[in-house]
């Protein structure tokens, strides 16, 4: 059967699962749209297509675990074949497919199984996928989890928009608006298994005083072109049925600028970064999720940044920064990680840390410390009691505020 290749335009990925003695067989093929186990944030969307095949079928003769031998199109468009690329998950009866292609769950869909092993050939003939009215379109492309890539800008949908309004509890009370935009450029896989991910995008972070002369707010202004390789790191994971995906790799900002919010010094800075999710630390996250019944919350694992930045100012000023620590290269680290406490309830970390290589290899941190209840499905809109210390280029001018605020994303 041949897969006619579609050009990468994924914005939306498919969990196809083959369900074995967990779901039981049938007496013939079916297929049923549902809610994907969401084990790879950002990676993999929320619906999936459940496989049920006939008692005659005997899962360790017949090669279910290979997606090139399964074909997915839209009766819509009959013509139009949709190549599966695998991520392989191990010895059991479930497999992860990327599309090559856009699918709305809404669609009419078919899906077929064909394979011959030992000389016979085993095909499911055209199967008709069952919707799922709890499947829609605004579920699918729901962007995995705004908490956790917020901060630091990894996977998401092609444009996001977050907005966080804050105002400190003690010293001024001057509020402050937290804001990150990111738009994707490109989105690939390759390799065997699609094991490989190079994305491209360009993004803004930063945070601006309403009150410029409260120096205990860490205003900063970043923008940025990123490039993105990562590949698939697969590990067991003894509280889930099934390994779990992990992405290790590297992150290039060729440019990144940086100032304070009236741009009175400005930095161009170049980042080469490793990038990498911590196998196993998702674990603690699963363990909540299990014990006391979470649903739709997702359980991260911490993720870390590492590199060298390259610095080059293009204009100072000693009244707002020390100018040797603006302009020194330096060695700089980042992280994520979040766990849920409830179904609407998230807390989490996030920092920076730069040894300022320039100035006596001098010592810069940056924490976040906040806990997040959403007051909307998909995680759209939250209030956030958060605590934030620790100062950022190019200023590094140190701030120490508890705050409570508002965030919305789109």
């Known amino acids: 059967m041949e897969h006619m290749k579609i050009s990468r335009l994924c914005a939306v990925n498919l969990f196809l699962i083959l369900p074995g003695p967990l779901y039981g067989q049938s007496a013939t093929w079916s297929a049923q749209m549902a809610t994907a186990p969401r084990q790879i944030p950002g990676v993999y969307s929320r619906f999936a297509i459940k496989v049920s095949y006939p008692q005659t079928v005997d899962p360790d003769k017949v090669p279910l675990l290979d997606a090139k031998n399964f074909l997915l199109w839209s009766r819509a468009q009959p013509d139009t074949k949709l190549e599966l690329q695998t991520v392989k998950a191990g010895g059991n009866l479930s497999i992860y497919l990327i599309p090559a292609s856009q699918i709305n769950p809404k669609d009419d869909l078919s899906v077929r199984f064909s394979a011959t092993s030992e000389g016979k050939l085993t095909d499911s003939g055209d199967i008709e996928v069952g919707k799922n009215p709890n499947v829609t379109s605004s579920s699918a492309y729901t962007p995995a989890d705004p908490s956790y890539v917020r901060y630091i800008d990894l996977f998401g949908s092609r444009a996001s928009v ?4 804050r105002s400190p509890m003690d010293g001024k009370n001057t509020p402050a608006i937290d804001y990150q ?4 450029l490109t989105s690939d896989t390759f390799g065997n298994g699609s094991a490989w991910s190079l994305r491209s995008d360009v993004s803004s972070s ?5 009150d410029t002369s409260d120096t205990n707010i860490t205003d900063h202004l970043f923008f940025s072109g990123n490039l993105t390789l990562l590949h698939t ?7 889930k049925n099934g390994p779990t995906l992990y992405w290790w790799g590297a992150r290039l900002k060729p440019v990144e600028f940086e100032a304070d919010q009236k741009f009175r010094v400005q930095n161009y800075t170049l980042k080469p970064q490793l990038a990498c999710w911590v196998p196993y630390t998702d674990i603690p996250g699963v363990w909540f999720q ?8 997702l ?22 920064a020390n100018s040797d620590n603006q302009k020194s290269d330096r060695v700089e ?20 840390g730069f040894v300022l290589l320039d100035s006596g290899n001098q010592f810069r941190d940056y924490e976040e410390l906040y806990v997040q209840y959403y007051l909307t499905d998909h995680e759209r809109a939250s209030v956030i ?9 190019p200023t590094f001018r140190r701030g120490d505020t508890v705050n409570l605020g508002f965030s919305v994303q789109y």
């Open 181 to 184: 935009f990111r738009f994707n």
């Open 290 to 297: 299990q014990q006391f019944n979470i649903k739709e919350m």
């Open 233 to 239: 790191w697969e590990q067991s994971n003894g509280l």
């Open 385 to 393: 009691f958060e605590y934030i210390n620790g100062s950022l280029p």
């Open 206 to 210: 930063g945070t601006v005083a309403i």
């Open 333 to 352: 680290g980042e992280l994520a990680y979040s766990l849920p406490l409830s179904s609407r309830v998230r807390a989490g970390i996030r920092a920076r």
């Open 299 to 320: 359980a991260p694992p911490l993720l870390l940044f590492f590199g060298y930045t390259f610095v080059h100012p293009t204009k100072e000023d000693s009244t707002v």
């Open 162 to 165: 977050t907005l966080d309004a």
